[in-house]
């Protein structure tokens, strides 16, 4: 079975797409409070790495982030972050564009749109 990674095109596309989604919310006006969000926590130098490497695990890759941070929960990572439903549309928005923008589509996209859906909704904590 191959995996989204791999249905994709590969590590390079999901970099795209991590770009190509941080240039969106740190531009558009639905991304503001996103961005707004991460300089109330960690700040912005290390998300587009830390995206990327929880990425490919989450499409069926390398765990690059689990390799380094021993775990891949979604509601630790982001447990400092108060989260709004309307956050987490927001953020689906600006996923929706990165994905469309990156090329991302078929089988692999069906699948992306319904697990990013799922876990964005599980996040919301405010």
């Not at 707004?36 to 929880?54: K, T, Y």
């Not at 090329?103 to 749109?113: M, N």
Request: hydrophobic share 40%; proline share 4%.
């Amino acid at each position: 079975m191959t995996t989204v990674v791999e249905e994709i095109g590969g590590e390079p596309v999901v970099r795209a797409l991590v770009e190509r989604f941080y240039d969106i919310i740190e531009t558009a006006p639905e991304g503001a409070r996103i961005l707004d969000l991460h300089f109330q926590g960690h700040g912005l130098a290390h998300v587009r790495p830390e995206q990327f490497d929880f990425l490919c695990g989450f499409f069926g890759g390398r765990r690059y982030y689990a390799e380094r941070h021993g775990h891949m929960n979604l509601r630790e990572i982001h447990a400092h972050v108060p989260i709004r439903l309307q956050d987490a549309e927001d953020w689906l928005g600006c996923m929706q564009r990165a994905l469309d923008d990156t090329g991302i589509h078929g089988p692999a996209r069906s699948r992306i749109d319904t697990a990013f859906d799922r876990a964005a909704r599980m996040l919301v904590n405010a």
